[in-house]
């Protein structure tokens, strides 16, 4: 394993066990302490795989004050490895603090690639990916969520959110209220399980599959809404889109979207406000 003294960012499987990397295995048995989100929810993961390395919480309600005790660890030269109770540690998370005070105190932090809910179930959903926005959880109460909901209801990026069994209806109900009836959404339900489930279709189709199956509204939910599209841009072929690329990598992208826009007999405003939602 990396040799030196660290705080090490280790993700685990967010539900097939066979997703952990060989070297997270490696670093959680070397280093000489591990900072679980919830030791007990942990002990069951690493006792499947054999690793006994130390372990001490650290959750959102001793994060600011354990920090600290953490970095004195690293300063006796003891390395630490951080894992939540599933997944890439600080993606909705605890690890912030920690992360930020280990910097501060001057010592490494080292990542280590691997499960990440919201990646896995993007990189399945079938939409846009080359732009997205990760907005975590949303508030619990309607007014909140709504307020946040119209927020984001013009962003062209495609929305990510987790989301939880008892709140699944009423956050599809808001983005039906705030996004509109027709807003494409996919609910990825159980990603990597034995029940793995994506439901595709309007938010109005959507809400109305959950709210038929109870099965739907149970286990762990990534939700993602597409971004923000005008009829002008809905309009646009994809053949120019790829044109208006190819274009802007040699040219300003007004005088690309001009081009474009007289070779396919589209308006050319409406290419270059496609070209800047999409970030050429």
């Known amino acids: 394993m990396d040799p030196k003294v660290a705080l090490f960012i280790v993700p685990t499987p967010i539900g ?19 900072a679980c989100e919830d030791t007990r929810h942990s002990g069951k993961l690493l006792s499947h795989f054999g690793i006994e390395t130390r372990k001490v919480a650290l959750h959102d309600h001793n994060e600011r004050d354990k920090a600290q005790w953490f970095v004195e660890k690293l300063a006796a030269g003891e390395s630490i490895a951080l894992i939540s109770d599933a997944g890439t540690p600080l993606i909705s998370d605890p690890g912030y603090h920690l992360v930020s005070q280990v910097r501060e105190a ?20 079938g939409l846009p990916s080359d732009r997205f926005s990760f907005e ?21 990026r495609t929305l990510i959110f987790y989301e939880s069994p008892h709140r699944i209806l009423h956050s599809l109900q808001s983005m039906v209220k705030a996004f509109g009836p027709e807003r494409q959404l996919v609910l990825a339900r159980e990603v990597s399980k034995t029940f793995e489930t994506f439901l595709t279709g309007s ?25 923000y599209r005008t009829e002008e841009t809905d309009a646009i072929p994809s ?4 044109t208006l690329k190819l274009l802007v990598t040699e040219l300003p992208l007004k005088k690309a979207a001009a ?4 070779l396919h007999g589209l308006k050319k405003n409406a290419l270059y406000k496609h070209g800047l939602e999409i970030g050429l």
């Open 16 to 34: 097939n066990l066979g997703d952990i990397s060989a070297r997270a295995i490696e670093v959680l048995n070397q280093v000489s302490l591990i």
């Open 259 to 262: 081009i474009a826009a007289q």
């Open 106 to 125: 001057g010592f490494d932090v080292v990542p280590l690639p691997g499960p990440c809910a919201a990646i896995t179930a993007l990189s399945a959903s």
């Open 203 to 227: 938010a109005e189709q959507v809400l109305a599959q959950v709210e038929a199956d109870a099965n739907q509204q149970r286990g762990e939910m990534v939700l993602m809404v597409h971004g």
């Open 136 to 156: 975590g959880f949303l508030p619990a109460k309607e007014k909140g969520r709504l307020d946040k909901l119209n927020e984001l209801k013009e962003d062209p």
């Open 239 to 242: 053949e120019a889109i790829d």
